[in-house]
C-alpha cells in the first residue's frame, strides 16, 4: 500500500541544522517509492530539501500492479481515494507542490525507464526520477504514457540513446520489486539503512535527519529490541 505517517506538523525550532544532518555515518539508504504515491512523491522532495537524495538509492516498485493502461478516468473510488492521500500529504508536508490528478496511473513503464537510466546513464536517473513525479502529481500527466515517458526524459536531459523501454530498465525494475517483496516492507514509501533500520512512510524532517545521522547499529540490535 502507499501510505503515509500522520506526524504532526514539525517544529522549526526543534528541527535539526542541515549540518547536523550532513554528519550522516550512512553512505546509502534504499529508498522505495512508487511514482503514483504522493507520500513517496512528498517524501523525494523532502529528501532533496534536507540535501540527503544524493546518498539514497531509488528503487521503483509497484504496490498496485493491477493497474489498467491507460488509466481509468472518472473512477470515483480511485479518484476520492487520491484526494483523500493529498489532502493529508498537504496537511503533512505543506512546502511539496502537489495536487490530485484525475486518474492513477500504472507505473510499471515510467519505474522501467527510471531503471534504465539508472543503468545507462546514470547521473540523470534522479532528475528523470523527480520530473516523472512532477509531470503526475503538478501536471497531471498521464506517466503510462510511452510518448509522456519520452518528453520527460528529454526535458530532464536523458540523452537519446538511452533504451527507455528496453529489456535491461524491465530487468532491474523486476530486481527492485524482488528485493522489495523479499523484504516484506508491506508498501511505499520505505527508507532502509544498511543495518536494516526502516523508517516507514512520510516522516518529518527531525525524524528523517535522526534516522540518517544516528549511528549504525550491529545486526543483531534490533531483534533484542
Known amino acids: 500500500s502507499c501510505t503515509g505517517i500522520h506526524w504532526p506538523s514539525p517544529d522549526p525550532r526543534r528541527t535539526p541544522a542541515a549540518s547536523a544532518v550532513r554528519e550522516t555515518p550512512v553512505n546509502t539508504v534504499t529508498f522505495f517509492a512508487d511514482l503514483n504515491c504522493p507520500y513517496s512523491h512528498a517524501l523525494t522532495a523532502r529528501l532533496q530539501a534536507l540535501g ?59 519505474i522501467a525507464a527510471v531503471a534504465a537510466v539508472h543503468r545507462q546513464h546514470a547521473p540523470r536517473a534522479s532528475q528523470f526520477q523527480r520530473a516523472l513525479g ?13 510518448a509522456v515517458i519520452n518528453e520527460v526524459a528529454a526535458w530532464a536531459g536523458v540523452p537519446g540513446w538511452v533504451d527507455l523501454d528496453g529489456p535491461a530498465g524491465h530487468r532491474l525494475a523486476d530486481d527492485w520489486d524482488m528485493d522489495w517483496v523479499t523484504r516484506r516492507l508491506g508498501g511505499v514509501p520505505r527508507l532502509v539503512r544498511p543495518d536494516g533500520h526502516v523508517l516507514w512512510g512520510l516522516a518529518t524532517a527531525a525524524d528523517i535527519a535522526e534516522f540518517f545521522s544516528s549511528p549504525l547499529r550491529a545486526s543483531g540490535e534490533f531483534r533484542r529490541g
Open 52 to 110: 540527503l537524495l544524493e546518498i539514497c538509492d531509488w528503487r521503483g516498485v509497484q504496490h498496485d500492479p493491477s493497474l489498467p493502461v491507460p488509466p481509468r478516468t472518472g473512477d470515483r473510488r480511485v479518484v476520492g481515494a487520491l484526494e483523500d492521500d493529498v489532502d493529508a500529504v498537504q496537511l503533512q508536508a505543506p512546502e511539496v507542490e502537489i495536487m490530485a490528478p484525475p486518474f492513477k496511473p500504472n507505473t510499471r513503464r515510467a
Open 134 to 146: 512532477a509531470a503526475l502529481w503538478v501536471r497531471g500527466e498521464d506517466i503510462s504514457d510511452g
